[in-house]
C-alpha cells in the first residue's frame, strides 16, 4: 500500500463543482441593507470583475478551471493525498485516515487555489490593481504570490497588531512584490477617521476590509478581492475535493466521514462539496463535519439570519450562522477561525441538516497537532488542528464500536509561521475559552433591526 497518492499533472481536475447546482434549498439572495432588495450584479461591479459576479450567482454544475490557472496551479497541484498510518497507529483505531495535504503551496494553505483565479479573471478585465486585507496574513500572502503572477498591483491592509507582532508574513508578501499598510491607515476615509479617535489603534479585520473596499470603490482600475466565504472563492476550492475523489479511486477506499476546519467556509467547502454530490445524486451518506473553535461558535451556537460580513457594514446582507457582526472573538491562535459568521452556503447546508458541525477548544486542538506532529511528522496550523482533533475523535468511536470507516481531512496548512502559537503552547500561556450566553445575546439582538419584513 502506498503511503502517499500522488495525481499527474495531466490528472488534474478541469472543472470547478458548482454545489447550487445540486442543493436542494438553494441558498437565499443576498440583500442590500437599505432597500432590502437582492443586490443586483451592478451593485457589485465597483468592487469584483464580470466574471467573478457571474460566478456568485451561477447554477450551473460546473466550471471549465481556465488553462492559464491551470498552469499557475501546476506550481503546487495536484497536491498529494496521504494515508495517516502513523496516526492510525498511534491511536491503535480500525479506522483508515487519510488527509489532503494543501500545506505544499506557494503560501502554505489552500488560499492560492482561489487567489489565482480571482487575479487572473481580474486581469481579464483590465484591472491594474487588487486590494484586500489580511488578519494573520494568511490571505495577504495567497494573493500577493497570485497578483505577482498576473503583473497585477496587490494593495495589502494588515491589520496594525498582525503588522507588527507578525513580521515574518510581512516579508513574505514583500518577496511576492506586494504594498503592504498597517490598517487602520492614512490612505483611507475609514482609516483617518480610525486614528484621528485612537492614534494607537490596533487595527482590527472589520476596519481593514473597509480601507481595502473604499479604495477599491473609488479607483476605476482597481478591484477588491476576499479570500473566504462568498459562493465563487468556494466553488475554487473545490479543486481539492476533485483531486481527492481521483485519489481514493486509486486505493479502492471511500470516505464515510470528511473533516475540515471552517473559519468562513472555503476549505471545508472545497474537499467535502465534491463529495456531497455522492450523497444528493447517489444517495450516498457521507458525513461532513465542521469544525470550529469553541470561542468562535457561530454554527454550534449562532442563529440562522441576515448579517453583515464586516464589522463596518459595507457589505451586502448575507443569510448565514452568525454571532453577529460586532462580536470580538477571543484572541486565539487559530486567527483564520475567527470569523463572526460562516459562508452562505455552508450556513444552508448546515440549515438544511446536510452537513454537521462540532466545536473544540484550543487546548484539545494543540494536543491533537502535537501528536500528529509526532506521528505524521507535519506541523499543522493551528486552524488545521481543529480538523486533527475531531479526526481522533472519530478514530476513537470507531475503535469503541469496531468500524472501520474511512476518514478523510483537510490538513488545510502547515504551521512553520505559527511557532509563536506553539511556544506559548509550551510555555502554558494558551488558555480554553469559552464564550458565555450573555455575550451571545447582547450581539445577536442587534441583528433584528437588520431582518427584511
Ligand atoms: C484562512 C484559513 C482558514 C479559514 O478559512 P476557511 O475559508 O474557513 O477555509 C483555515 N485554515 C487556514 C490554514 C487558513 O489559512
Known sequence: MDKKIYLSESEMPAHWYNIIAD?????????????????????????FPMELIKQEVSTERYHEIPDQ????????????????????????TPAKIYFKYEGTSPSGSHKPNTAV?????NKQEGVRKITTETGAGQWGTALSFACQQFGIECDVYMVRISYDQKPYRKMIMKTFGANIFASPSRNTNAGRAILEADPHSNGSLGIAISEAIEM???HDDTKYSLGSVLNHVLMHQTIIGQECIKQLEMTGDFPDV??????????????????????FAEGKKIRCVAVEPASCPKLTRGVFKYDFGDTA???????????????????IHAGGLRYHGASVLCSQLLKDGLIEAVAAQQLECFEAGLLFSKTEGILPAPEATHAIYQVIEEARRCKREGK?????????GHGFFDLQAYEDYF???????????????????ELEALQPA
Open 427 to 445: 510555555a502554558g500561556k494558551l488558555m480554553n475559552h469559552h464564550m458565555s450566553d450573555a455575550q451571545l445575546h447582547t450581539n445577536l439582538a
Open 313 to 331: 457594514g459595507y457589505t451586502p446582507l448575507l443569510p448565514m450562522y452568525t454571532l453577529g457582526h460586532n462580536f470580538m472573538p477571543d484572541a
Open 258 to 279: 470528511i473533516v475540515a476546519p471552517l473559519g468562513g467556509g472555503s476549505n471545508f467547502a472545497g474537499i467535502s462539496f465534491p463529495f456531497l454530490r455522492y450523497n
Open 117 to 121: 483565479a480571482q487575479a487572473y479573471y
Open 69 to 92: 490557472v491551470r498552469e499557475i496551479y501546476k506550481l503546487w497541484r495536484p497536491t498529494p493525498l496521504v494515508r495517516a498510518t502513523a496516526l492510525e497507529k498511534a491511536l491503535d
Open 23 to 47: 442543493m436542494p434549498n438553494k441558498p437565499l439572495p443576498p440583500l442590500h441593507p437599505g432597500t432590502k432588495q437582492p443586490v443586483g450584479p451592478e451593485d457589485l461591479a465597483p468592487l
Open 404 to 412: 472501520s470507516e474511512t476518514i478523510l481531512f483537510n490538513l488545510c
Open 216 to 218: 477599491a470603490a473609488q
